[in-house]
């Protein structure tokens, strides 16, 4: 009777032991997140499973062209996933379906032609905002289907969870998510 007691014991240990191990890593280490809609696309899609780096940015700080999960600044609990345009200091323009930083045009190498023609409304539209400290100017990938900096305004640092890390779901993309050179 003893070593029963004993050997339940010791698996009640392990089994506390690996849910604190996994409460750790969910809530300071990796976060799963599922995209939801489509203002991502082609590049992440509507269901697709990602892991988010959540300790990235707590040694080091965003860059321009990481795919970030934010909470919302205009629904807080509802968490959104966008690429970073614009960093901190940085004047953000948006003229003739292009986008300006400090006056220089930015190449989108990872933005397919087909979605190259991005900007919400008229091509005559102008958008322009200088980013203050720890803040940042983030865009969806499917510029018409976004919700995005172009809607909310500036997104401040303390409102950024991670850094989109790992593709879980779909398979056949299972991996790595990459980061497009600029």
């Known amino acids: 009777m003893k070593k029963i007691l004993e050997d339940i014991f010791d698996i009640g240990k392990t089994i506390v032991f690996v849910v604190l191990i996994a409460f750790f890593i969910r ?20 269901k697709e499973y990602l892991l988010v780096n959540k300790v990235t940015y707590r040694v080091g700080h965003p860059a321009r062209g990481d795919v970030i999960v934010f909470d919302s600044p205009v629904d807080p609990g509802t968490d959104y996933i966008k690429r970073i345009i614009g960093l901190p200091g940085e004047k953000i323009t948006i003229k003739n379906n292009s986008i300006y930083i400090n006056d220089n045009s930015i ?5 397919t032609p087909e979605i190259n023609t991005y900007i919400q409304g008229d091509k005559s539209t102008k958008y322009e905002v200088t980013l203050g400290k720890d803040q940042y100017f983030v865009l969806g990938d499917n510029r018409e289907h976004s919700s995005d900096s172009r809607v909310f305004g500036v997104l401040d640092k303390n409102k950024i969870i991670g850094k989109a890390w790992f593709i879980v779901y779909p398979w056949n993309i299972f991996g790595l998510v990459g980061h497009p050179s600029y």
């Open 107 to 111: 190449d989108e190498k990872y933005l």
């Open 27 to 46: 809530y300071f280490i990796f976060q799963p997140f599922v995209v939801d809609g489509y203002s991502m696309e082609p590049n992440f899609t509507d």
